[in-house]
């Protein structure tokens, strides 16, 4: 159970008379028989013993003030944290201080969750104070002591309980809940970096979809945009959710290791409401909710700090996923305007829609998967698809007299011409019918 160079931490540690064992989640993880990513390692040492016990070693002073240095190990990294007493946590994330202790048992009583408040020693053998090992095995998310004390100290640990819960599908304690319910307001205090990293994790859980339902304050709470979705009816016959409901089973329709398009589903519907109009038979109907989200979307990617790339790829995503398909002109179209590379994860994100109507509407995924594959064999051959590939540019078009903003506008018209097969990709035959846009 432990690797042969946390052995090797671990005995040096013992050997140079100090109390060492693995801690958090890397025990957690080893108990669930998940796989371990990082090992987590807390003695009695000093940072200051540490550098010295491993002298021949690199020793990188990641957190001096709180305890913590980073040894490298062959390349790979091992935090070791001096077992600690936290002070207050003003700023709602770090201690102000620390008090360094020779007990284990106190530095547990400062963690999250009972599950991640367990140590384990050279031997493997478990210290758990606080009944981490019980809660996991009755599935149980439960805060060490008082979680409004817990959740006041960092208020992150508010994201990361129903995350925890997202991953693995335990039920949240009552008083942890109501505490986490509570609360919540006090995420306004907490980066958007940390809370879109957290936020990352939870959307991609095995457990998502019930969680987020389970929770809709704290989803938003993160992104308030979304409060009007909630509870707000379709009056479709496409439909059998509201529209935050559905938005939640089409973001848990999708593979667990698809980030980008699950971000993407979270608000392929966020406009909804802003856009929602009922016609004289009672049906609901959201124009343009595609466009209006996009420009929404934008604004809450930002603000969590999403890369630019990543945020134009999810809001093109957002702008057409409600773009009808009728024929394969049209996919060819659409695959054209969005950008061919982009039209696979765009059909995913229409048969995920889909998943998350009424069964009927699901007969329509057999077309977005040929389509699909129609254009991934069009870029195969490397058909005209964009401007990039049109046979005439805008060089062409100005030495026939197309000038200025028209040149543009021509190339696009010549481009579906040739996309949609009307017109061959060929030079001549191209530039001639451009001259008709002279008269």
């Known amino acids: 159970m432990i690797d042969e160079k946390c052995r090797f931490i671990l005995q040096k540690l013992g050997d140079a008379g100090h109390s060492a064992y693995l801690v958090g989640g ?27 016990i491993f002298s021949s070693e690199t020793v990188i002073p990641t957190g001096i003030k709180h305890g913590t240095v980073t040894l490298l190990l062959e390349g790979t990294p091992y935090e070791i944290t001096t077992f600690r007493i936290d002070g207050d946590y ?23 969750f009972t599950m991640n408040a367990m140590a384990m020693d050279i031997n493997g053998n478990i210290f758990d104070p606080f009944g981490g090992k019980e809660d996991i095995s009755n599935g149980i998310i439960r805060c060490v002591g008082d979680p409004v004390k817990r959740f006041t100290e960092d208020a992150l640990r508010i994201l990361r309980g129903i995350r925890f819960a997202s991953q693995t599908g335990f039920t949240i304690e009552k008083n942890t809940s109501d505490a986490i319910l509570s609360l919540k307001e006090r995420l306004s205090n907490v980066s958007y970096e940390r809370i879109r990293d957290e936020l990352d994790k939870l959307i991609c859980g095995r457990f998502s979809t019930e969680v987020m339902l389970r929770y809709p304050e704290l989803i938003c709470q993160i992104i308030p945009e979304l409060s009007e979705s909630i509870g707000f009816e379709q009056h479709s016959r496409y439909h059998k959710y509201n529209v935050y409901e559905h938005t939640i089973r089409a973001v848990g329709a999708l593979p667990e290791d698809e980030l980008l398009l699950r971000r993407t589903m979270l608000l392929h519907d966020v406009a909804k409401p802003a856009c929602f109009t009922m016609d004289e038979n009672g049906t609901g109907h959201f124009k343009h909710h595609g466009e209006v989200g996009a420009e929404m979307a934008e604004k809450i990617y930002k603000r969590l700090r999403y890369d630019n790339k990543s945020v134009e790829k999810m809001c093109r995503l957002i702008y057409f996923h409600s773009r009808n398909l009728h024929n394969d002109t049209e996919a060819k179209l659409l695959a054209s305007e969005i950008g061919p590379e982009l039209f696979a994860e765009l059909m995913e994100c229409k048969k995920a829609d889909n998943m998350a109507k009424n069964e009927f509407v699901t007969a329509e995924n057999a077309d977005f998967d040929r389509y699909s594959k129609m254009i991934s064999e069009l870029i195969k051959e490397n058909a005209c698809l964009t401007l990039r590939q049109l046979d005439v540019n805008g060089r062409d078009l100005n030495n026939i007299g197309i000038k200025g903003r028209n040149t543009g506008n021509v190339l696009n ?10 017109l061959p990709n060929q030079h001549n035959i191209l530039l001639e019918h451009a001259k008709e846009f002279l008269t």
């Open 26 to 52: 890397c025990v957690r993880d080893s108990l669930m028989e998940r796989p371990v990513h990082d090992h987590d390692i807390a003695s009695s040492a000093l940072p200051q013993q540490v550098t010295e």
């Open 90 to 112: 003003s700023d709602s994330r770090r201690p102000d201080s620390v008090e360094f202790t020779r007990n284990i048992r106190d530095d547990l009583a400062r963690r999250d």
């Open 413 to 422: 018209e010549l481009l579906k011409l040739a996309v949609s097969g009307e």
